[in-house]
């Protein structure tokens, strides 16, 4: 009786007033680190805070402020007595809308969006076209990653204010969660704080991010028991400067860099496999020459970064694949410009020799060198120097810079290959124990016998999520190893690397249908989000509740 009344006179229940809360939430222009993305933490407050519990529990919702002030919602529904309690986590930040071209503002409209690309039907693919016919479907930038997933978390916390479930639900939804995770890093703390406030005891952390089809045309459902890791190394180049005219006196950074990529790029002895799923191989993100202006002599200094998923794999390991790809790479260059050198020798009837010895490190065995030939006024200097710039560099520039300072001062060891870590690191995360085992085996048969839905388990979210910072698997020891070699760690990118490691609280993923994250077409199926979504988060809920 008391879940009927709560649907009849709720406020975010049915699949009409979640899609209406959808739009108002999708409305907000919530790009990451622009100010709309921090007035969306207030509109998320203001929308939780109707629901009565709030106005006689106004503690219970809060809004914490990031170190550069943006905002973390955390929303308690406490149950008396109960401990056991369930973390449903999201995060309300979207990348931006260039891609939308003259529907930019648009892309936060989505009523108005899908019934403008209805009418421009004719120029999208196939597929975007039979779901703009079949008026199940919702366009716009964020409907899909993933408010939809929010505005259902909120759906829940709904219900659980009415006294739905038999344990606690903590919604928490963060923000920077597309470009470094700065609200959920920042979040863990709070929730050990929440934790010992209110003697909660942390049962499973639940996101709601979409499923990613895993290879084209895929249409399977998944649950994900955990999320894949992701590292993104640096590689940088320091060569040999010469003039153009003698290009055989010096050596090309960008050649050298060149050959790291062939090395790097897509090779499959990174890819990690667990059960069916496999993970995608390695790709550059970033690839330049560091010459400030156009002059006449080669570019002796470049830089690359690389996205890296991993699974199970060390950062330990990983380092070490990556210093092997290196060592290969520095061979490689050596003998490709030792044959292009006695060719040119023919041509002109010279006979030069130039080789090289090409060193390979890291940057903590750069910085190490450093200290041991360079007073430490200047280091601190150079480090300072730097980063007075962060009000116009990111952590990714950032770190390369540094690496290139403390190489331009060094530069006696050139031509070297310096491997380093860039930010963001999301540490791999999986639920293997008997208990993530069951729930997802009672989801998947009741959503076969209630909703004819055959749920595939996917062992890791493939989309990269907030989950990493839940549950540290990896020794704090091998973590270090990654520490060291962040140009940037402790001064502008750190994780609460012992807090993490305490939580250690089962993963799931379960979110809605969509489809082209990131890209003009993406689009949430709202019947599925809004009535059968619902159905399986509210009985996966109550099954973890039951134990």
């Known amino acids: 009786m008391e879940r009927e009344l709560l649907r009849m006179n709720g406020i975010y229940q049915t699949k009409e007033q979640l899609t209406e809360l959808l739009c108002e939430l999708v409305a907000v222009p919530s790009i990451s680190r622009t100010i709309e993305e921090n007035k969306m933490a ?41 401990k056991k309690t369930i973390v449903l986590i999201s995060h309300f930040d979207v990348v931006s809308v260039e891609d939308y071209g003259a529907w930019q ?3 936060f409209q ?11 039907m004719e120029e999208y693919a196939e597929d975007v076209q039979e779901d703009l016919q079949s008026g199940e479907w919702l366009f716009g930038r964020g409907t899909m990653d993933m408010k939809a997933g929010l505005a259902l978390h909120m759906s829940m916390i709904e219900q659980a204010c009415a006294g739905e479930f038999e344990g606690n639900l903590l919604l928490l939804t963060v923000p920077d969660e597309e470009v470094s995770s700065v609200g959920m890093r920042e979040a863990v703390p709070v929730l050990e704080q929440l934790a010992k406030e209110h003697d909660l005891t942390y049962e499973l952390v639940l996101n ?18 955990g999320s894949i890791g992701k590292l993104l190394p640096g590689v940088y180049c320091y060569g040999r400067e010469t003039h153009v005219g003698e290009p055989f006196l010096g050596l090309n950074a960008s050649l050298m860099n060149s050959f790291v990529t062939q090395e790097i790029e897509l090779n499959t002895d990174f890819c ?11 790709t550059a993100l970033f690839h330049r020459d560091l010459k400030k202006d156009y002059s006449a002599q080669i570019p002796n200094r470049a830089a690359s970064l690389y996205n890296v998923l991993t699974m199970d794999r060390s950062v330990e390991k990983t380092t070490e694949m990556l210093r092997e790809a290196a060592d290969r790479a520095a061979v490689n260059i050596n003998e490709f410009y030792q044959t292009r050198n006695n060719r040119y020798d023919q041509l002109a009837k010279t006979n030069n020799d130039h080789s090289f010895d090409i060193k390979v490190m890291t940057f903590a065995e750069l910085k190490a060198y ?28 950032l770190s390369i810079e540094l690496v290139d300072q403390y190489a331009l001062l060094c530069k006696e060891l050139a031509p070297m290959i310096v491997l380093f870590y860039a930010p963001p690191f999301y540490p791999a995360v999986q639920s293997q124990g008997e208990q993530a085992k069951t729930w997802t085996e009672l989801l998947m048969k009741y959503a076969g016998d209630q909703h004819q839905i055959d749920f595939q388990i996917a062992p890791y979210f493939n989309g990269i999520c907030d989950l990493s910072y839940v549950s540290l698997q990896e020794d704090i020891e091998k973590v270090n190893i990654y520490i060291s070699n962040v140009p940037v760690w402790g001064k502008t990118y750190d994780m609460p690397i012992e807090a993490m490691k305490r939580l250690q609280v089962p993963v799931l ?29 509210e009985f996966l809920l109550h099954q973890v509740f039951r134990g």
């Open 105 to 107: 503002e648009e892309a």
């Open 42 to 82: 207030g509109k998320i407050k203001e929308k939780i805070a109707r629901i009565p519990y709030y106005q006689e529990h106004p503690d219970h919702l809060r809004l914490h402020a990031t170190y550069d002030g943006r905002g973390i919602i955390t929303a308690l529904a406490k149950k008396e007595n109960a």
């Open 509 to 537: 993923n379960l979110g809605p249908v969509g489809r082209d994250a990131h890209q003009q077409t993406e689009r949430l199926h709202t019947e599925y989000a809004f009535v059968t979504l619902k159905d399986l988060t």
């Open 110 to 120: 989505p009523k108005v969006l899908t019934e403008l690309m209805r009418k421009n």
């Open 208 to 225: 709601g991010e979409p499923m990613f089809s895993l290879y084209p045309g895929d249409t399977n459902h998944y649950i994900y028991t």
């Open 370 to 397: 450093a200290k041991e030939h360079i007073a430490p006024e200047i280091l601190e200097n150079l480090e300072s120097d730097v980063l007075k710039r962060q009000d116009h560099l990111d952590d990714r520039e």
């Open 272 to 282: 990690e496999q667990s059960g069916t799923q496999i993970s995608p191989p390695p």
